[in-house]
Nanobody, 126 residues
Framework: QVQPVESGGGLVQAGGSLRLSCAASGFTLDYYVIGWFRQAPGKEREGVSC????????YYADSVKGRFTISRDNAKNTVYLQMNSLKPEDTAVYYCAAELQVLLHRLCVPGDFGSWGQGTQVTVSS
């Protein structure tokens, strides 16, 4: 069973950093497109950053460009989301998702991903 497992969330002050980890349980992560998504209260789930299986393609939401970095460590079967210069508006539950094939022009659309983790809370205080 394909089951991403997130970790690394927490409470941080504005301007601080966190690194989220997405570990693969039951599958080899390097064959999958991996995405980080977030959902704030009362808002729709949105794509934050996604990386293709070959690492040749990445996507970043405009709101996080220059602040967040997605990376993959195949030896550890883990994908990371390094989040710097965090803002209160980054507060949300962050989810990791995996999918074998995603159209490149739709690399980070939540509805295109079939396997989801349980989420990890990120809270940024002002």
């Amino acid at each position: 069973q394909v089951q991403p497992v997130e970790s690394g969330g927490g409470l941080v002050q504005a301007g601080g950093s966190l690194r989220l980890s997405c570990a693969a349980s039951g599958f080899t992560l390097d064959y999958y497109v991996i995405g980080w998504f977030r959902q704030a209260p009362g808002k729709e789930r949105e794509g934050v950053s996604c990386i293709s299986s070959t690492d040749a393609n990445t996507y970043y939401a405009d709101s996080v460009k220059g602040r967040f970095t997605i990376s993959r460590d195949n030896a550890k079967n883990t994908v990371y989301l390094q989040m710097n210069s965090l803002k209160p508006e980054d507060t949300a539950v962050y989810y990791c998702a995996a999918e074998l094939q995603v159209l490149l022009h739709r690399l980070c659309v939540p509805g295109d991903f079939g396997s989801w983790g349980q989420g990890t809370q990120v809270t940024v205080s002002s």
